[in-house]
Structure formats: C-alpha cells, structure tokens
C-alpha cells in the first residue's frame, strides 16, 4: 500500500526534457523503493530480533518463533537479571566502557591538536620525515601491535590497568593527520601571527586563537574516537585478565563464552544475560550515533579522501 | 638567543605528549615483537636463535593456510560487500529514490554496533535451537562448509553502510549541472551511473578496496565469539591462531614471530593492491579519452 501511494506521489514531479513516459517512472519509482525496503529490513534484522529475544525467557527462545513477542513479556525480570548478576558486575563494566571511550576521546583530542598544531604551522627540521612515519603508521593493523603491546606493558606494570589499555588507544596517527590537514586549512596564518606580534606566547596563541577556530574539527574526533574505543574488542581482551575491568564487549563475551559450558547447565540464566546485556550495550550507541551522525559523517568522509 | 632556541623547541613542546605516547605503545612494541621473535623460551630461561623462529613460521603450514583462508575470506567478502555498498549509494543518488534520508540513516546504524555484539545477534540468528526457520530449511549455517560465508555475512551487515556513506560523500561533491547536461544529451540513470558516477568514484573505491582488505586480513571478533556457540578452527584466520599461540600456548616468541609475518603480508598485499588499481585506473582514464576524443 505505502509505495502505491508513493509512486502516485511522483507523478506531478516529471521534470527536465528527456521525460521517460509518467507509468514507467512511477513503476521505476515503485520497484526501488521495494528493493530499498527489502534492503533496510535486511540492516534492521538483528536490531530488531534482540529487541524481541530481551523480552523472553530462556525457554520461550526456543519455542515462539523468532520474531514474535511472548504472552507475558519478561523483559523487566531479564533487566534485574543483568543488574544484579555477579554483585551488579554489568553495571562495573558500563561504566568502564565510558571511563576508557571518555578518556581516550578526551586525551586523544588535547594530544592531536597539539602535534597537528605543530606540524602544520609550524617549520622545523625533521616535520616531514615525523609526519611521513606517522602516516605509515596508519598502514600497520591494529591487532599486530597488540600482543607486542602485551609483551611491552608486563614489565611497566600497565597489564590489567586502566591506562594499560588507554595509552595505546590515544596515540591515534589518524587523530594527528586528521587534525593536521584541518588546522593547515583552517586557520589562517595572520591570526597567529597577529596573536604572536601581541606578545601571546606559543601556548596562549594555541589556546586562545587555534583551540576555538578547530572545535568542530575536534567534536568530529570526539566521536570518532570514543566510538573506536567503545567498540574496541581485541585490545581490552589481550591486556585485561581482571573481570572488574573489563568493557562492556568483553563482559559480554566472558559470559557467551560460558553458554556451551558446563555453567551452562548449571542455574545461569546466559541467554537471558548475553541478550539483554548485548541490548543495553547498543542502545546508547544507536541513539548517539542518530543524534550526532553529520559529526561522523564528516569525519570519516573527510579523513579517508585524502588517504 | 633564548628565544630563537625556544622558538626551534617549541614545535617538539606541541608534539612531545604525542611522540611520547607513540613511540611507547606503537613504535616500541613492534621493534620489541621483532627483537622477540629473534629467541625461544626453554624451561624459563630465552635463548638468542637467530631468524630460526622465521624459518620454522615458513614451513608452518597451519599459519600459511591461515593466511590463505582470510585472503580467500577478504576477497569473497570484499567484493560482495563494495558491490552492495556501490549499488546501494548508486540507487539512493538516483531520482527514483524516496525517503533518501531514512535509507541513509537505516543502512549505516550498524556501524554504531560494536562488532562483538554484531556476531552475538548474528550467532544466535544462525543457531539451531533459536531459529526455527533454520530448521524447518534444513540449513546450518555454522556447519564447515557454510561457516566462512556466514562471516561474510556478519562483516556485511556492519560495513556495508559505512562504505556506502563513503561513496555518497564522494557523490554529493558532484554538481547537479553535470548530471544535468548528461541528461540532455539523453542519458539515461543507467548510463549516468556508468559513464560519469562510477569513473568519478573510483579513487574512492580504490581506497575502500584497500581499507576494506586491511580489516579483512585482521578478522578475528566474529569467528572468535562464534566459538562460543560451534567448534571453530584455530587456523580460520591467523589472528586467531596468533591469539591461541600466545595465550593458550603461552609461546609469545612464536606469536611475535607471526604477528611481524601477518603485519609484512598485510602491507606487502595493500601496497601492491594500490599499484594494480593505479595501472588499471590509468589505462582505464586513457580509454575513455580517446573514447572522447573519437566522438563516442
């Protein structure tokens, strides 16, 4: 019924010269918009299975179909379920999840703008070759580095710590290149030398001229960088061994990995805690992601042209 | 004097927290992985082997079939993922496309799904017991034969959007006068998409070819949270067996040894995947000047 109406819709619209006749347009019409529907209900299946399994028990996974609601929805009794297992061990690891995408999103910003500050306003013997190591750094797979990191952080005693896990994530060659390419193109050379002839020195010409021209430069890596770390599995699942610190994907995973155990058998209600866990971990993400998606949309678009 | 000597200082002061940071967490851990990859553990005590570590990685052919597996995995998901990602942002830049907005929107949410909990929603999707719809078909997806194509699928879902997003940013730079004139010249959508819309992409898909290989050769998330639902080969991919040799086998040499291995592939086959879209590119521009050139 709905693309009935909207092929009808986009018949007064027949614009330009070489109009192919109004029924074929409206058929062409008609048949996209099916084919795009079909796809967006491709992209919203999951979404939308976990949305129905959150509200079943255990048995019910298994005896209603997929996509249909229980009689009598439990998704109140799953959510206590998830809040009080292990001593509230959920809740430790959401907040987790926020201190390491707050802190690397936060330092990452501050860090970058100053080595993007510097290697592109400024001219000094070794930028270039600096910043060619740092875009070919790029090249190198994250998971490389990561049980090098391991290896690395044991005898610093940074294995099953905090900033263990956040100091490799804010050394972002990205946030550098990103940033460098913005403030070169942004921010005018008279301001900062207008700013230095008034007798501000280095510091306060970044602070009080460069800082507030970037800021929609930073927001965008912000973003991007907060969603990169809460996403971030393979990190945290090296470096951490201590389940109190874990984010929220590897607090999940510990728990699916136990599904096919002999817990399993014993009273823990996993599915119930994996799909509701898994529920509450994406809702912030999908609802940040709508409300600050031109943010992102920039910054990826913007970041990888260049590359 | 001081101040000429604060001024050549000062733009070291801006990068000092930065170079700091990256030298300790990335630059310092390879050239360790490689010093490490140069011993071997024997009863707690290492012992200085040379490139033996190398030599016994080269002949380990569950490592090689590892390797060999993910790049058979990256070019099936690669091409039916871009080939999507094109299509899709090539239909929604096309007038017959409504409610553009909203398909943008629904097609790119994945990518605000961490990848873990992609594979949960997928993995209880393709398991038996949840999905009676599996078994009135017949069909397991986490059998052996099904298993890499339902990864495919699971990378699918999260990046086809992305890469979509990135083709459409590519797209909207283009002035609508272009298509325009096209269009006079009696263009239809088709050949608008073939003769100006693909061309005008191309180095953006030579760039998504290339990142899209990068993150392929690195999969590890989901085959790694589908062990927990069917029995999954240590050697799918190597970042899996990597992962297995130094914590379950507790052999860190080794896995640095093949860590080194898998991050030299990995570039080696970027670099040279780059070259041959630059050629190809190339000879592509050339044919389609003199296509131009003769009135075509």
């Not at chain 1, 008034?198 to 460069?210: L, Q």
């Not at chain 2, 860190?252 to 030299?264: H, I, N, Q």
Request: overall charge positive; some cysteine; hydrophobic content about 55%.
């Amino acid at each position: 019924m709905l693309e009935v109406k909207l092929g009808r819709e986009s018949l007064p619209r027949v614009e330009s010269r070489v109009r192919p006749s109004s029924v074929l347009k409206s058929f062409v019409t008609f048949v996209v918009t099916v084919v795009l529907l079909v796809l967006a209900f491709y992209f919203l299946i999951p979404v939308v299975w976990i949305l129905v399994a959150s509200t079943k028990t255990q048995a019910e996974l298994s005896s209603t179909g997929i996509f249909s609601f229980p009689a009598h929805i439990v998704l109140w009794e799953n959510l206590k379920l998830l809040f009080t297992y292990s001593g509230g061990v959920y809740v430790r690891w959401f907040v987790n999840s926020i201190i390491y995408a707050g802190s690397v999103a936060i330092c990452t910003c501050v860090i970058c703008s100053m080595a993007g500050y510097a290697l592109a306003k400024h001219k000094f013997r070794g930028r270039n070759i600096t910043f060619f190591v740092i875009l070919a750094s790029m090249m190198i797979p994250g998971t490389v580095t990561a049980i090098p990191l391991f290896v690395v952080e044991q005898p610093l005693h940074l294995v099953d710590t905090y900033l263990g896990v956040i100091f490799p994530l804010i050394a972002s060659p990205f946030g550098v290149y990103f940033l460098r390419i913005y403030i070169r193109d942004v921010v005018p050379n008279e301001m900062i030398e207008a700013s230095k002839v008034d007798g501000a020195s280095e510091g306060r010409t970044f602070w009080m001229i460069v800082l507030p021209i970037i800021r929609p430069a930073l927001s965008t890596l912000f973003l991007i960088s907060f969603i990169g770390t809460w996403n971030n599995f393979f990190l945290p699942l090296v470096l951490l061994h201590n389940q109190s610190l874990y984010p929220l994907p590897v607090g999940i995973e510990s728990l699916l990995s136990l599904i096919n155990t002999a817990a399993a058998n014993q009273s823990l209600p996993l599915y119930q805690l994996v799909i509701t866990g898994s529920l509450i971990s994406i809702i912030p993400m999908i609802v940040g992601f709508i409300v600050f998606r031109k943010h992102i949309v920039t910054g990826l678009t913007q970041g990888s042209i260049k590359l | 004097m001081d101040s000429t000597l604060g001024k050549r200082l000062s733009p070291w002061a801006f990068m000092l927290p930065f170079l700091l940071l990256f030298v300790a967490f990335l630059i310092v851990p390879m050239v360790y992985a490689f010093y490490t990859s140069l011993f071997i553990h024997r009863m707690g005590n290492s012992y200085f082997v040379g490139f033996q570590n190398y030599a016994n990685a080269f002949q380990d052919t569950a490592f090689w079939g590892s390797v060999l597996n993910v790049i058979k995995y990256a070019i099936i998901q690669g091409v039916i993922m871009l080939a999507l990602s094109l299509a899709l942002a090539l239909l929604l830049d096309t007038r017959y496309a409504k409610f553009k907005a909203f398909f943008r929107l629904v097609y790119f949410l994945p990518y605000a799904v961490p990848g873990v909990f992609a594979s949960i929603m997928w993995g209880f999707l393709y398991s038996k017991p949840l999905d009676p719809l599996l078994q009135m078909l017949h069909f397991d997806p986490l059998a052996s034969g099904a298993f890499l194509y339902s990864i495919v699928n699971i990378a699918t879902w999260e990046w086809a959007g992305y890469n979509m997003t990135l083709y459409a940013a590519s797209l909207t730079g283009v002035s609508n006068e272009l298509y325009e004139a096209a269009r006079m010249d009696g263009c239809n959508e088709w050949q608008l998409a073939w003769y100006i819309k693909i061309p005008l992409l191309r180095p953006t898909i030579v760039m998504t070819i290339v990142l899209s290989f990068i993150g392929s050769m690195q999969l590890f998330n989901e085959p790694f949270l589908l062990e927990a639902l069917t029995p999954v080969s240590q050697t799918f991919a190597p970042n899996l067996d990597i992962y297995n040799m130094a914590f379950s086998l507790t052999n860190l040499p080794y896995a640095a040894t093949l860590s080194v291995l898998l991050g030299a592939i990995t570039i080696a086959i970027s670099v040279v995947v780059m070259m041959v879209t630059r050629l190809f590119n190339r000879a592509a521009e050339r044919r389609q000047a003199t296509a131009l050139v003769a009135g075509v």
